[in-house]
């Protein structure tokens, strides 16, 4: 393995004032961040929008995770916000293709992410165009969701056919898990109610990097 396992904090909420503090929180622990953007339609909550955003003052660079129907809509706002990169889901969307090549054309990095019930077989078509490959380990929409082991043969079967492409995982992954997670050879970990639900973010933000940090090392033993 050439690295070891990223985490990434994952910011899901509805209200703006809990966003600030999530974001101030982050940036003493972080210089990234991932921002679930829900619309009620591709999953039934909603959450805070590319306004609220654009309006925040910060010192992260973020993503964005659309958790939208017709994702090509938001990343014009969303590239006024300051967005580094968007993911969106391959369900989302008729046309990924169009989306990716949009979000190219503003400057933008772009994932793809899967839900666990879709195929890997699905997305091969378009993982040359993409920077990253996000698995869904939960089903999306709510932070605190258990985790679905059936995703790591996914992950582990994506791996094996397209090796060096980035992976990432989202959902229902805690202390307990996220060495087992980082051994199966994911890039980068998003992680949500495990920092932030925590009374002290930052130091369950450091613990968690070092246990994925081993898994990382047990990989290649």
């Given at each position: ?5 990223q ?5 899901l ?15 003493s ?7 679930d953007i ?15 955003l654009?309006?925040?003052l910060?010192k992260?660079?973020y ?11 938001y990343l014009?706002?969303?590239?006024k ?20 090549s ?18 890997v077989?699905a ?10 490959v996000?698995f869904?380990?939960?089903?999306p929409?709510?932070y ?7 995703v ?6 994506f791996g ?5 492409v ?6 229902g992954i805690?202390e307990d ?10 890039s ?14 930052s130091?369950?933000?450091?613990r968690?990097?070092?246990l994925?940090?081993?898994g990382s ?5």
């Amino acid at each position: 393995m050439d690295k070891l396992s990223q985490v990434v904090p994952a910011i899901l909420t509805d209200d703006p004032q809990v966003l600030k503090t999530m974001v101030r929180h982050a940036e003493s622990f972080t210089n990234w961040v991932q921002i679930d953007i829900m619309d009620g339609q591709f999953v039934p909550s909603q959450s805070i929008t590319y306004e609220h955003l654009a309006n925040l003052l910060m010192k992260l660079n973020y993503e964005a995770h659309l958790m939208v129907l017709n994702p090509e809509e938001y990343l014009e706002g969303f590239k006024k916000a300051g967005v580094k990169k968007v993911v969106f889901h391959y369900e989302a969307t008729h046309s990924p293709r169009g989306v990716i090549s949009l979000a190219r054309r503003l400057g933008l990095g772009v994932g793809l992410a899967i839900n666990p019930d879709t195929p890997v077989s699905a997305i091969l078509p378009l993982v040359s165009k993409v920077d990253s490959v996000l698995f869904l380990s939960v089903y999306p929409g709510s932070y605190g969701k258990e985790f679905i082991p059936e995703v790591l043969d996914k992950v582990i079967e994506f791996g094996a056919t397209c090796p060096g492409v980035e992976i990432g995982i989202d959902g229902g992954i805690k202390e307990d898990n996220i060495g087992e997670i980082a051994q199966a050879g994911v890039s980068v970990i998003y992680v949500g109610s495990a920092i932030f639900n925590k009374e002290q973010p930052s130091n369950s933000y450091r613990r968690l990097v070092t246990l994925a940090q081993e898994g990382s090392r047990r990989q290649t033993q």
